[in-house]
């Protein structure tokens, strides 16, 4: 496996002067040398004129938060990184290869959660690139290897987790979205260390049930709110009840019976549970009529 060797270019601007003082000589020089009917000198500043024009194609430039990767025929020679103008062997290839963050949306991806619902996701991915020479020479296109395998992280990530929480300590998709932010985040830097990528950061952007089955989930949903909230008013209406009784007789307002405290609380539990206000009866004779 390549690794990224850095490699120290020469400074390009005195390799520029240089050169086009060596451009300007020569190119006087042949002027003069076929004026004065002096064809060595002539063919002497040719040829240095030539070199000059060679040895200048081999400068460059590297722009901040780029590299440029150098070979020679085939062979990796190493990486410049640091912006400027640079001069190097003229026969060099070199490739700019960009080391900003980027980010990009995976398409939305119709996988089973992991209770075999279908669910639509999509998520959002950022990185850049931290070894150029894995980058360029270990993959076949790294910008499309992020890609790819971004969505098959994702496609893995919602196979793992529930798209609902069921349970008290289960995590889930909709639920926990720091959770699975760091574990869509691991799956995909481990699958992207080959192709010399760090994943900076990695989260859902779009989460929701598959068009066929919304209406059925969205009547799921509402079915377990109005449980939630029966169980909380009953559970109130319960405490309100024992509250009631403990006064009624901590005071000695009246004393009841088993069997009248029973109706008591029925009907406090009628009264305080209805979706509807109660319509009270007044009790014109005694509590045993």
């Given at each position: 496996?390549?690794?990224?060797?850095?490699?120290?270019?020469?400074?390009?601007?005195?390799?520029?002067?240089?050169?086009?003082?060596?451009?300007?000589?020569?190119?006087?020089?042949?002027?003069?040398?076929?004026?004065?009917?002096?064809?060595?000198?002539?063919?002497?500043?040719?040829?240095?004129?030539?070199?000059?024009?060679?040895?200048?194609?081999g400068l460059f430039t590297v722009n901040p938060n780029d590299a440029k990767v150098l070979t020679l025929f085939g062979r990796y020679i190493?990486?410049?990184?640091?912006?400027g103008l640079w001069f190097a062997n003229p026969f060099y290839a070199k490739k700019r290869i960009s080391l900003r963050v980027r980010n990009?949306?995976?398409?939305?991806?119709?996988?089973?959660?992991?209770?075999?619902?279908?669910?639509?996701?999509?998520?959002?991915?950022?990185?850049?690139?931290?070894?150029?020479?894995?980058?360029?020479?270990?993959?076949?296109?790294?910008?499309?290897?992020?890609?790819?395998?971004?969505?098959?992280?994702?496609?893995?990530?919602?196979?793992?987790?529930?798209?609902?929480?069921?349970?008290?300590?289960?995590?889930?998709?909709?639920?926990?979205?720091?959770?699975?932010?760091?574990?869509?985040?691991?799956?995909?830097?481990?699958?992207?260390?080959?192709?010399?990528?760090?994943?900076?950061?990695?989260?859902?952007?779009?989460?929701?049930?598959?068009?066929?089955?919304?209406?059925?989930?969205?009547?799921?949903?509402?079915?377990?709110?109005?449980?939630?909230?029966?169980?909380?008013?009953?559970?109130?209406?319960?405490?309100?009840?024992?509250?009631?009784?403990?006064?009624?007789?901590?005071?000695?307002?009246?004393?009841?019976?088993?069997?009248?405290?029973?109706?008591?609380?029925?009907?406090?539990?009628?009264?305080?549970?209805?979706?509807?206000?109660?319509?009270?009866i007044v009790n014109t004779g005694t509590i045993y009529q």
């Amino acid at each position: 496996m390549l690794r990224e060797k850095e490699l120290k270019a020469t400074s390009g601007l005195f390799v520029l002067l240089t050169g086009l003082v060596v451009l300007i000589m020569s190119v006087l020089g042949f002027i003069q040398a076929a004026t004065a009917e002096q064809p060595a000198i002539a063919v002497t500043s040719g040829l240095v004129l030539f070199l000059a024009i060679v040895a200048m194609a081999g400068l460059f430039t590297v722009n901040p938060n780029d590299a440029k990767v150098l070979t020679l025929f085939g062979r990796y020679i190493g990486t410049v990184r640091d912006a400027g103008l640079w001069f190097a062997n003229p026969f060099y290839a070199k490739k700019r290869i960009s080391l900003r963050v980027r980010n990009f949306e995976t398409t939305k991806l119709k996988v089973n959660d992991n209770h075999g619902n279908p669910i639509e996701i999509a998520a959002v991915v950022v990185w850049r690139v931290v070894d150029s020479a894995e980058a360029l020479f270990e993959v076949d296109d790294y910008q499309h290897y992020v890609q790819t395998q971004s969505e098959s992280a994702v496609r893995a990530l919602a196979q793992t987790f529930p798209y609902d929480a069921h349970k008290a300590d289960e995590i889930a998709l909709s639920t926990h979205p720091l959770e699975v932010a760091k574990g869509l985040q691991a799956a995909i830097a481990e699958r992207l260390e080959k192709a010399g990528v760090n994943v900076i950061e990695a989260r859902i952007s779009h989460l929701a049930y598959a068009p066929e089955i919304a209406s059925a989930m969205l009547r799921r949903q509402q079915a377990s709110a109005i449980i939630a909230a029966r169980y909380k008013i009953v559970e109130g209406a319960v405490g309100m009840v024992e509250n009631a009784l403990e006064l009624i007789s901590a005071k000695s307002i009246v004393a009841l019976d088993d069997e009248r405290k029973a109706a008591m609380v029925s009907n406090l539990l009628v009264v305080l549970c209805s979706d509807r206000d109660a319509q009270p009866i007044v009790n014109t004779g005694t509590i045993y009529q």
